[in-house]
């Protein structure tokens, strides 16, 4: 029903302070035209970084920062998750070094944990592959010690704060998501889809990561009557916008749904 993350909007109240960390400390570039004094554009995906990955999305995903100055606002302090090569990852490591990043090891993959400076918890997580040749390249930069900026090959995941679990997670099965994982001593739940989706009830996560509150999420589908049916009864909407179907769920949660671009 959902085939692809279409964007993530973040909230911030400092957009010169943040776009200087999305830009010289993760190294993204502004989509042509999209900057302005209340909001800025990155596209991130395996086809922005130019890097052969393995299992991660064609379609990039817009992360968009925005001033609180209209609707939709985007989501506070949220906490999501960048994808990077397993190969790159030791070089984020050794990038964000002076950060102080949190690291947690989920066996088959490593992340590690910062801050922007508007409060979102940003991960980055070494959870692809890439061809040997590139693994190749990758090793040479962490033996000399390039300062070129490593690939972020997508967001893979988005953490929602909820106030009734079990409510919410039924909503975003109703859309296709799939329970993978559940807390046993924290209230959350991890379904996957075309990204991977964290609700948790109020609590802190790993480096107290928060999940985020009204974050703005579009979701690319070929038929958005379906999605809002599936997903209702909706607290707002649907209401029609210019890019698709918007709709905000109960725990203030806004989702557009919208048409494949072409190609996809």
């Known amino acids: 029903m959902l085939s692809g993350l279409r964007r993530l909007g973040l909230e911030v109240k400092d957009l010169d302070a943040t776009r200087a960390f999305y830009e010289d400390r993760l190294g993204l570039q ?20 130019g890097a052969a990955v393995e299992g991660a999305d ?15 606002r985007g989501g506070v302090h949220t906490h999501y998750a960048f994808a990077t090569t397993r190969a790159a990852y030791p070089r984020w490591r050794r990038r964000l070094a002076d950060l102080d990043p949190v690291e947690f090891s989920f066996g088959s993959s490593d992340s ?37 900026v490593p690939p972020l090959t997508g967001v893979f995941e988005v953490v929602l704060e909820v106030t009734d679990l079990s409510r919410a997670e039924a909503r975003y099965r109703r859309l296709g998501f799939e329970v993978v994982d559940r807390g046993e ?12 989706l964290e609700l948790w009830e109020p609590q802190l996560g790993i480096a107290d990561a928060r999940g985020g ?13 379906a999605a809002v049916e599936a997903g209702a009864p909706w607290a707002v909407g649907p209401t029609d916008v210019e890019e698709g179907v918007r709709v905000v769920d109960d725990d203030g949660h806004v989702l557009t749904f919208v048409p494949p671009q072409s190609g996809e």
Do not use: K, M, W
């Open 213 to 225: 509150l009204h974050v703005d999420l579009a979701f690319t589908t070929g038929d958005a009557a």
């Open 112 to 148: 590690l944990y910062v801050y922007d400076p508007a409060g979102h918890c940003v991960e980055i997580g070494g959870i692809h592959d890439t061809a040997a040749a590139e693994d190749n390249t990758e090793a040479a930069a962490v033996e000399n010690d390039t300062d070129d």
């Open 58 to 72: 064609a379609d990039p995903t817009s992360l968009v920062l925005r001033r609180p100055t209209a609707q939709p």
């Open 185 to 196: 001593t924290r209230r959350r739940v991890r379904l996957t889809g075309p990204v991977d």
């Open 30 to 49: 502004a989509a042509p035209g999209s900057a302005s004094e209340s909001h800025v554009l990155y596209d991130v995906g395996a086809s922005a970084s």
